[in-house]
Antibody, heavy 117, light 110 residues
Framework: QVQLVQSGPQMKRPGASVRVSCKAS????????ISWVRQAPGQGLEWMGW????????NYAQNLRGRVTMTTDTSTSTAYVELRSLRADDTAVYYC??????????WGQGTLVTVSS | QSALTQPASVSGSPGQSITISCTGT?????????VSWFQQHPGKVPKLMMY???NRPSGVSNRFSGSKSGNTASLTISGLQAEDEADYYC??????????FGTGTKVTVL
């Protein structure tokens, strides 16, 4: 069965960087893209960006460009998102989703990233 | 890219029908048939309920239906049930080749 398993919770200081992983199984990794979505505590969903797992092409939300990088390792069917220069308002649950048709049909379990001094 | 506009809350009694609206612009909702809807119960992972405006993924009840007119998409839940109480988010592809989510709607079953 399709699964997206994300790395565990992390706590970071303001100004630091964080990397979250998302390991896919149960399907051919390079057929579907991966998107990242985050949700601040008590807030709505925010689309962060998308990566093509076959070509590595990316497209990021405008408000995160310059601070975010999405990558994949096809040898391990794992996607990564790195966010730099962390601020308190980056505190959120970060989700990876499988992108194809239908879009976002499978989600990872979520990774809580807390940014606090 | 501004979030799509949804009502903060919608409520209905069991068995009734409710409709959640999702308003964007011609650069997102109005320009593409790539509107999705997600259901999120408290503390849970979002679940895809509708895609490409009116397509239901396998396993989603046919009590859920989607439509679009101009810059506004809608999700209708008919025969409202207690288990439908959750937050609902719309999402659309945009002319910037990005996606944008709606502000979210809390559905309450009275």
């Amino acid at each position: 069965q399709v699964q997206l398993v994300q790395s565990g919770p992390q706590m970071k200081r303001p100004g630091a960087s964080v990397r979250v992983s998302c390991k896919a199984s149960g399907y051919t990794f390079t057929i579907y893209g991966i998107s990242w979505v985050r949700q601040a505590p008590g807030q709505g969903l925010e689309w962060m960006g998308w990566i093509s797992t076959s070509s590595g092409d990316t497209n990021y939300a405008q408000n995160l460009r310059g601070r975010v990088t999405m990558t994949t390792d096809t040898s391990t069917s794992t996607a990564y998102v790195e966010l730099r220069s962390l601020r308190a308002d980056d505190t959120a649950v970060y989700y990876c989703t499988r992108e194809g048709s239908p879009p976002a049909d499978y989600w990872g379990q979520g990774t809580l990233v807390t940014v606090s001094s | 890219q501004s979030a799509l506009t949804q009502p903060a809350s919608v409520s209905g009694s069991p068995g009734q029908s409710i409709t959640i609206s999702c308003t964007g612009t011609s650069s997102d909702v109005g320009g593409y048939s790539y509107v999705s809807w997600f259901q999120q119960h408290p503390g849970k992972v979002p679940k895809l309920m509708m895609y490409e405006v009116s397509n239901r993924p396998s396993g989603v009840s046919n009590r859920f239906s989607g439509s679009k007119s101009g810059n506004t998409a809608s999700l209708t839940i008919s025969g409202l049930q207690a288990e439908d109480e959750a937050d609902y988010y719309c999402s659309s592809y945009t002319s910037f080749r990005t996606r944008v989510f709606g502000t979210g709607t809390k559905v309450t079953v009275l």
